[in-house]
């Protein structure tokens, strides 16, 4: 088979097409990769991005060319390979940060969408083109606008704490004294700082989320108990809007006249997916107005499944792509009404994924919405050899 690079003229001697002007033209690096996993098509912008040629690349396995790895510079499994995942199940799929090994061995980020190209006649997939883009640049930048984020928000700290004590100090009556409308003033403005510290707080959360700086220490942790906590703590929460909160484990097994719950165990931080927990329940609350919320508590042998059924107004299909990631947030005239900084579902997401979790919604406008958590599962042998080890380690035996 000839090999078909876009430097050279079409083998008929023809001029270059209009599409090749194009492939050659264009900043973001094009492949092409058959069904045998082969690169068929190298442009010039794949080339200044992965240091190979086309001469050299057309022909090659994908995975000796694009070399994607994970975090550890591990060469990333077939599963996990945008490439294979299009060639395999014939959808796009889309990486807004995998890394790329070029030629010589630097580490790039890069941003990757594959297609596959469908026969018409046969249906079966002839191709894969992944479009990749060089994101070191705006990498670098983000770290930046994170790095600022997180000054800035950590030193409006110390003088929000300031006014916060002050305003207390004036609400208190053997500290100050207001008169019946000063103190409605005061007592707004403290709950418009508490908004503020609040969202302070979220900012920084989210900026060190971005840049692997959560501070986070995992242990194994039974996640049912969690859960059932938040859910007793958010009663409050939804009895105030007069919505019925309930909460349901699936499995339990009755053991004579008792009702024994199965034990839900995972390595994670409690603190941080309760953080979550709460995030998911009182957005529930929020977002609903009438009707109520069911919390469930469900898994197999491997996964933990928190859901979160609510009876609100729901999530436009168009938005729900964009759900989790940072400041997003619907735009209608319900959200308008109700306060909020879309920083909760990014939050989330960054926590659960931090486990190897998984964090989506399903929702359907004006019906409800359903948002779901996966987190790996420990059985209790392996919950109970990691606690011991853990104990092992912090009083070590002498
Ligand atoms: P915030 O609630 O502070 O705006 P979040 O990141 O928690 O930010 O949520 C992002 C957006 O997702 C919200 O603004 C809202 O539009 C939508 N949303 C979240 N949870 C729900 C829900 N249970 N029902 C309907 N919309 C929701």
């Keep these: 088979m000839a090999k078909f690079s876009l430097f050279n003229k079409r083998e008929s001697g023809k001029a270059p097409a209009d599409s090749d002007f194009i492939l050659n033209a264009i900043e973001d690096g094009v492949v092409m990769v058959g069904s045998n996993k082969a690169i068929q098509m190298f442009n010039p912008a794949a080339t200044k991005i992965t240091g190979w040629t086309a001469q050299e690349a057309v022909g090659l396995e994908l995975k000796t060319i694009l070399s994607l790895v994970n975090e550890k510079g591990e060469p990333l499994t077939d599963q996990a390979n945008p490439f294979i995942q299009a060639l395999v199940s014939g959808r796009v799929v889309k990486e807004s940060n995998v890394t790329l090994q070029t030629k010589?061995?630097?580490?790039?980020?890069?941003?990757?969408?594959?297609?596959?190209?469908?026969?018409?006649?046969?249906?079966?997939?002839?191709?894969?083109?992944?479009?990749?883009?060089?994101?070191?640049?705006?990498?670098?930048?983000?770290?930046?606008?994170?790095?600022?984020?997180?000054?800035?928000?950590?030193?409006?700290?110390?003088?929000?704490?300031?006014?916060?004590?002050?305003?207390?100090?004036?609400?208190?009556p053997k500290t100050g004294q207001v008169d019946e409308n000063a103190r409605m003033y005061l007592q707004k403005a403290g709950t418009s700082i508490k908004h503020l510290g609040e969202l302070f707080a979220d900012l920084l959360t989210s900026s060190k989320a971005e840049d692997g700086r959560l501070i986070n220490y995992p242990a194994v942790v039974e996640v049912g108990g969690i859960l059932e906590q938040v859910v007793e703590a958010e009663q409050f929460h939804a009895k105030e809007k007069s919505l019925d909160l309930q909460y349901s484990v699936s499995a339990n097994t009755v053991l004579g006249s008792k009702v024994v719950r199965p034990f839900f165990y995972s390595y994670v931080d409690q603190n941080r997916i309760r953080e979550v927990f709460q995030n998911i329940i009182d957005n529930a609350?929020?977002?609903?107005?009438?009707?109520?919320?069911?919390?469930?508590?469900?898994?197999?042998?491997?996964?933990?499944?928190?859901?979160v059924q609510d009876s609100g107004s729901g999530i436009p299909a168009d938005d729900i792509p964009h759900l989790f990631q940072k400041f997003y947030r619907v735009d209608n005239s319900t959200t308008r009404t109700i306060g909020g900084t879309g920083l909760g579902l990014f939050i989330c997401r960054k926590i659960v994924e931090l486990y190897s979790g998984r964090i989506w919604v399903e929702s359907e406008l004006g019906k409800g919405s359903t948002f779901f958590i996966d987190l790996p599962r420990l059985s209790a042998e392996q919950a109970l050899e990691m606690q011991q080890t853990q104990a092992s380690i912090i009083s070590p035996a002498r």
């Design 104 to 172: 010589t061995g630097k580490k790039l980020p890069v941003s990757l969408i594959v297609s596959p190209l469908v026969d018409s006649r046969t249906k079966s997939i002839r191709s894969v083109v992944g479009v990749f883009r060089d994101i070191a640049k705006e990498k670098e930048e983000e770290a930046r606008r994170s790095e600022f984020i997180s000054t800035a928000s950590h030193e409006m700290r110390t003088p929000l704490a300031a006014i916060e004590g002050y305003l207390s100090l004036a609400l208190n």
């Design 285 to 307: 609350i929020k977002y609903t107005m009438s009707g109520g919320i069911v919390v469930r508590l469900t898994g197999n042998a491997s996964v933990i499944q928190i859901q």
